[in-house]
């Protein structure tokens, strides 16, 4: 329970560790306090005056919600816990008043002089609010919807003393939804512009306030009377390009908005420096008018292009663009960063979808679905950064933000941009909340779901401004109308024809996220799918979309990661009632965190009945690390000729659900991430599982040459079989087949399976490819694995770097395969992971006489003589390794 406690301790202490850089702007993040509407009689003016008393106030985490408040203040039970949730009352059984609060913020800021100004921005509050300072009504006009940023000029509302108080009320969605057990429960939170999963969905159990808050940061700026806002870089890079070498030229294309808060015209300098070069140009403005600038466009010789995780280097641009009034003071100023790429998209008529490209070059897209960082907003630049590196270290190349959750907040982009992720990015729109289907959960019906949300002019206004808040960023590549379905017409055109070509006008957009226009269902189905555990063998022979939004299986997490969320009482193998159709467990903790179902149950079976918990969780990882790497296999081995790309439904979880996940909401990897990293790779090679076939793929833009494909048959005893060692070629962004060893792999696995090992050597021979699969008999089951002698693993680590342990593992000669090994930091006292840590391999197989380097990192603060790893495999005895 201690470890639990402090890992969510962690998450919330991270909220608010995040400064502006910028010396004229700072964060509103701490010393906040919060009331209930309930107790409290006294109106704003009254409230955000320097003398009422807070004394009886508690406090508040903003940015932050109701509900983590009050988990911060232990008014509540943690609700991603047990079945803690249902401790909590919903707001549809206790009215909206329940969860409308108070948020109240002393601060210190002189009144300015002159023609400064001071400007408070809020970049996210949910869903409606009045904020007051100092006496004073801020907001004029009703400000509400949750993906809406607002910025108030606040110059003449500052105390003379410079002592000043902020009070805001907050008042949840409405209408907030019944939580009936529906995707989005009753549908009736659509009618919102805000997020959907709040009300429940079958990866997650709802959230109790809807996260009703000041969701996102609060900040004041000062400036002079001119204010930077919302500058856009467009970058172009013609022709087909190479990730390395001597680059032709590339452009840059900057404008922004200049708001003039003066009662003067004022004239001035916007400009921005570059490798030495000023690019500036001279303005107007008159008094309370915004203008729109455009720079002279700036080219740049041998560009550092930006480039997708995989396919070359994620190099970042900095510039610092600034508004000089009359040549000598300096308005204000605005920090951008950027990449040089450009993405274009063109249809593949092979395949019969859209195909990407970035600098000139296909990318065939390798991608996970995204909800949210976490389901009660408590979002950090750190955990971003972990999460997305996560995704990076999987080998794919693009995230899917669904259309349930939000257009994410600047920090996720910058991960993107740093880790090379591109983006997918959905509006607010959903099929299941927004009536693409008949649905009995749902209030109403399919005509009246169709037009929500009720206030389109509000979708459209927080569409522009989540636009702006973004656009910058290299890693977002396409937005998307919505999830399974367009929005409303009146949505959708504007959207589409004004917008998006206004404000961007640089990627591409689809109208929703399974439509024919990027991917033609030539199969029937929604579009997506199929979801589940499947046979390995379907994700190589049955043909599925062409480029597939969503297409899944399981993900649950090791032992480890399992009691970390389910109380001691209920740590047991799940098991189903008998003859009770849909499938249910006994227990109700793995029904409430959505255990996926019996099909998990039986493809664990054949590695031999759980003799408990610990031992079903090691199984399941055998069975997640086998679907992710057989998934991302299949769809590879069919790269332009059956597919443009794939996406993962779903990669990650920010509630502790048991699915679609390749690490927990706590941030610990599970076999999924594992698998997928193997079968991800750049240059991979594999073996169908239907006909035997050995295939090499390449997803690079040069062929590769001079390479060593190596084939082995290992059995239960550790003896090899060598089948082939033979020189070959392949050529860029290609699959290739080589040779079947169907009836060689049947004969050694007959009896009690076998393993495959199958590695690429290239020409300095070093190893840039190793695919380890394990076999079942001729019957299906996994017998020689039940019975396998242990191997007497030796393994040694060291410190190579402030936060980075290089860990080897050698498998003596006589010893059989050292299978499935996991690799675990651990606190040397406790015994207890250290969460996140990025390992280079995980879930990996030492052959007799092999060796094994495994490259470790994790926060270089921490001091590693307080550290140890721990070694966990199947035939291996668990042991834990100081570090040298």
Known sequence: MKKRLGIIVLIILSIASFKLTAQNRYELNSGWVCAPITSIKETGDAISSLSYSLKAWKPALVPGTVLTSMLANKEIPDPFYGMNNNLIPDIYQTGRDYYTYWFVKDFKEEAPTG??????????????????????????????????????????????????????????PDPVGNPNGGQGGDGTIARNVSHQYVAGWDWIQPIRDRNTGIWDKVFIERTAAVNIKDPLVVTVVPGKRKSSGIQAPAQIKLSADLQNASNKTVQGVLKYNFDGKTISKQVLIKPNTVVTVRLPDLTITNPRLWWPAGYGDQPLYNIKLEFVENGAVVTDSESISFGLREIKTEWNERTRSKQISVNGQKIFIKGGNWIISDAMLRFSKERYDAEVRFHRDMNLNLIRIWGGALVERPEFYEACDKYGLLVFQDFWISGDCNGRWLDPMKLEDQWSRRKYPEDHNLFLESAADMIKMVRNHPSLAMWCGGNEMTPPEDILVPLRDSILPTLDGTRWFVEYSNADEMSY???????????????????WEERTYPFNSEVGSVGIGDYESLERFIPKENMKVPVFKSG????????????????????????????????????????????????????????????????????????????????????????????????????????????????GMVMVVNNGFEAQRNLMLEVKLIDMEGKEKLITQVFSNIDASSAKKYLSIKKEVDEMAKAKGAFLSLRILDEHQKVVSDNFYWLPNESGQYTGLQEMKAADLQVNAKKIAPGKLEVTLQNPTTNPV????????????????????FYSDNYLSVTPGGEKKVVVEFDPKLNSTELAIKLQGWNVTEKVITID
């Open 521 to 539: 269902n030539s199969i029937g189905g929604n579009g997506d799918g199929p979801y589940g555990i499947q046979n390995i063998k379907t994700f």
């Open 818 to 837: 050292a299978f499935f090994n996991r690799l675990s930091v651990v606190d040397k006292e406790s015994s207890n992971r250290i969460l996140p840590v």
């Open 580 to 691: 009770v159709k849909p499938e249910e467990l006994t227990d109700s903790v793995w029904t409430y965190h959505k255990y996926t179902g019996v099909g998990y149950n039986q493809f664990i079976e054949p590695y031999g009945k759980p003799k408990d918990l610990r031992d079903f969780a090691l199984k399941a990882q055998l069975v997640n690390y086998d679907q992710y790497r057989g998934l991302i296999e299949g769809f590879s081995s069919h790269i332009w000729d059956w597919y443009t790309g794939v996406i993962i439904w779903k990669t990650q979880n920010p509630w502790t659900a048991m699915r679609g996940q390749m690490y927990d909401y706590y941030l610990d990897p599970n076999a999924c991430l594992y698998g997928l990293r193997s079968g991800s790779e750049a240059l991979h090679i594999m073996c169908n599982p239907v006909d």
């Open 115 to 172: 023609s400064r100004q001071v400007w408070l921005t809020f970049r996210g509050i949910n869903y409606s609010c009045d904020i007051y300072l100092n006496g004073k009504k801020v907001n004029v006009e009703p400000y509400k919807g949750m993906f809406l940023r607002k910025t108030f000029n606040i110059t003449s509302l500052l105390s003379s003393t410079g002592n000043n108080r902020l009070a805001v009320i907050v008042y949840p």
